[in-house]
C-alpha cells in the first residue's frame, strides 16, 4: 500500500486563526516531507524530518510549525498566515534509510488546498 | 543548487498520438521521478528512474544519467492523460531528499 493521507482535503481560514494540517502514512517510511505549491507553479520543499528529528527547515516562516508525534504522523501547525500563503500543501513520505536516504523514491499525499482571506 | 529545464512547456496532442516530454538537469542526481498532477491536485508517481529504461503500458522512461537528461515517452494518448507532468531530481549533493522539481509540461488531449 503506497498511500499517503492528508486532512483536510480544502481549508479556509483567517489571518488570526490557528489551524492545523494533518499527514499520515502506514507504510513504514521514516522520512516525511512537506511541500508548497502556488498556483501554476511546481512544488517546493518546506520541511523534511528523518526518524522524527527535523532534518530540513527552508527558511520558512516561522507562522509554519511542523509536527512529527510519531513516525507515521505530521502535523503543520499554521497560525497568523497572510493572504500569499494560500496554496495547496502536500505532504510526502519515503522510506529514509540512512544511506540511502536521497536515493530513495518519494510518494505524495492527495494534498490540502488552504485559502487565507 | 540544481536547475531542472522541462519541454515542452505546453503540448496539445489528438486522442491516439504519441509524445515525448524531456526533463534536463543541470549536475549528478541521485533520484529522479516522474509524476503526473491531476487536475485535482494530487502527484500519481509514474516512474523512479535515475538511470536506465523503464516501461509501464503505454508509458516508458528513459535517464540518460551521464548527459543529464531524461525523457518520458507517452503513446496512443488518451483524454485521462491530460494533466501537468513534472520531473523531480534529488542533486547529487543533498544529503536529504529535497526532490527539486521542473517547471511541468502541461498536457492536453483531445478527443
Known amino acids: 500500500d503506497t498511500e499517503v493521507t492528508q486532512t483536510p482535503k480544502h481549508l479556509v481560514m483567517g489571518m488570526t486563526n490557528k489551524k492545523s494540517l494533518k499527514c499520515e502514512q502506514h507504510?513504514?517510511?521514516?522520512?516525511m516531507y512537506w511541500y508548497k505549491q502556488k498556483a501554476k507553479k511546481p512544488p517546493e520543499l518546506m520541511f523534511v524530518?528523518?526518524?522524527?528529528?527535523?532534518?530540513i527547515n527552508e527558511s520558512v516562516p516561522s507562522r509554519f510549525s511542523p509536527e512529527c508525534p510519531n513516525s507515521s504522523l505530521l502535523n503543520l501547525h499554521l497560525h497568523a498566515l497572510q493572504p500569499e500563503d494560500s496554496a495547496l500543501y502536500l505532504c510526502a513520505s519515503s522510506q529514509g534509510k540512512e544511506l540511502a536516504f536521497p536515493y530513495n523514491e518519494q510518494f505524495f499525499g492527495p494534498g490540502t488546498r488552504l485559502t487565507v482571506l | 543548487g540544481i536547475q531542472v529545464e522541462q519541454s515542452p512547456p505546453d503540448l496539445i496532442l489528438q486522442e491516439g498520438a504519441n509524445s515525448t516530454l524531456r526533463c534536463n538537469f543541470s549536475d549528478s542526481v541521485n533520484n529522479l521521478q516522474w509524476f503526473h498532477q491531476n487536475p485535482w491536485g494530487q502527484l500519481i508517481n509514474l516512474f523512479y528512474i535515475p538511470s536506465g529504461t523503464k516501461q509501464n503500458g503505454r508509458l516508458s522512461a528513459t535517464t540518460v544519467a551521464t548527459e543529464r537528461y531524461s525523457l518520458l515517452y507517452i503513446s496512443s494518448s488518451q483524454t485521462t492523460d491530460s494533466g501537468v507532468y513534472f520531473c523531480a531530481v534529488v542533486g547529487g549533493g543533498t544529503s536529504y531528499g529535497k526532490l527539486t522539481f521542473g517547471q511541468g509540461t502541461i498536457l492536453t488531449v483531445h478527443p
Open positions: 524530518y528523518s526518524y522524527e528529528k527535523l532534518s
Open positions: 507504510m513504514g517510511h521514516r522520512a
